[in-house]
């Protein structure tokens, strides 16, 4: 089974603070995904990247960097945070190709006071 | 850009009926991916059905099927005989065929309720 890991379950930060979210998969997919999920939203794109150092944005990169040194590991940063980041973070991977499933990791709830 | 309309925020049947949860989506494309993810609740989000648009015929996977109507450019997803464990948040979501960016766009989801 493939399996998508994100660091932390639950994560809770400062206004202003660096966050790090940290995600990595098994199955050597090349394409790899951070969601945002927010209630009466669903899930909106953040970045995507489909290869080491390859990174792409989504529908909502600002105030999002990302990085991605080896293939099995994406990470998500805040770049200083602020309470309207304050959501539920999804991470996913599929491989390469087109009509490809995405699987996801369970997700981190992130809260910034 | 695409959109994805899912327009039934909530929905809650008898366990052992026939439910269907419907959704729209707006695109320019021809060819394009269509999924259906279910995420049952403090569970990870999970593929239900999949639907390519060059193929007429409706996909379904044992209690799970389709209803595409290209033309009207709707995906509708039917369970039949529903289970308690069926209880989660269902997205409907679509891929446009595009090798490299392969990247989904969500609609807001359904929040789907079996009653025992």
């Known amino acids: 089974d493939v399996k998508v890991t994100q660091s932390s379950r639950y994560l809770v930060k400062r206004t202003g603070e660096k966050v790090f979210l940290e995600c990595v998969q098994d199955m050597d997919h090349e394409n790899m995904f951070w969601y945002r999920q927010d209630p009466g939203l669903g899930l909106r794109l953040i970045y995507f990247s489909y290869d080491v150092k390859m990174k792409e944005k989504g529908d909502i990169p600002e105030g999002y960097s990302v990085s991605r040194e080896k293939k099995e590991r994406f990470s998500l940063i805040l770049e200083s945070a602020s309470t309207n980041q304050t959501s539920m973070y999804l991470c996913?991977?599929?491989?390469?190709?087109?009509?490809?499933?995405?699987?996801f990791g369970d997700g981190t709830r992130l809260s910034i006071l | 850009a695409q959109t994805v309309t899912q327009s039934q925020p909530e929905m809650s049947v008898q366990e052992a009926e026939t439910v269907t949860l419907s959704c729209t989506y707006d695109t320019s494309e021809s060819n394009y991916y269509l999924f259906w993810y279910k995420q049952p609740p403090s569970r990870q989000m999970i593929l239900v059905i999949r639907?390519?648009?060059?193929?007429?015929q409706n996909a379904t996977e044992n209690r799970f099927s389709v209803n595409f109507q290209k033309a009207a450019k709707s995906f509708s997803l039917k369970i039949s005989d529903s289970q308690l464990g069926d209880t989660a948040m269902y997205f409907c979501?679509?891929?446009?065929?595009?090798?490299?960016?392969?990247?989904?766009?969500f609609g807001t989801g359904t929040r789907l309720t079996i009653i025992p």
């Open positions: 979501a679509f891929m446009k065929q595009n090798f490299g960016n392969e990247k989904l766009t």
């Open positions: 639907q390519e648009a060059y193929k007429q």
């Open positions: 996913a991977s599929s491989y390469l190709g087109l009509n490809q499933p995405q699987h």
